[in-house]
């Protein structure tokens, strides 16, 4: 599967973004999406998942009540709702896929920036 993310920008402190990452496949709806991020000088860390029916949903516990993902299978499309950003936000986010019967993520987005001003 190929994914592509999209949404990021510059944002003020308090603002709100949402992020896009439309897959190619038919087998979209077959996998576990999750969204991740690596700010300047820090290791990849996961924000959220949710599984490939969209009836669940993890969320990294600092994001929690903020940040709200979901899916449109018959778009192919995985979102991410960021609202009340934050400066410590910034960071270039992914969107990556998974098979459910694996703890590793193989398929990876490109990547969008997102820019919180205090």
């Known amino acids: 599967v190929q994914l592509q993310a999209s949404g990021g920008g510059l944002v003020q402190a308090g603002g709100s973004l949402t992020l896009s990452c439309a897959a190619s496949g038919r087998t979209f709806s077959s996998y576990v999406m999750g969204w991740f991020r690596q700010a300047p000088g820090k290791e990849r860390e996961s924000v959220a998942a949710?599984?490939?029916?969209?009836?669940?949903?993890y969320y990294v516990d600092s994001e929690k009540g903020r940040f709200t993902i979901s899916r449109d299978n018959a778009k192919n499309t995985v979102y991410l709702q960021m609202n009340s950003l934050k400066p410590e936000d910034t960071a270039v986010y992914y969107c990556?896929?998974?098979?459910?019967?694996?703890?590793?993520?193989?398929?990876w987005g490109q990547g969008t920036q997102v820019t919180v001003s205090s």
């Open positions: 990556a896929a998974r098979r459910e019967y694996t703890s590793t993520w193989p398929y």
């Open positions: 949710i599984a490939w029916n969209g009836g669940s949903a």
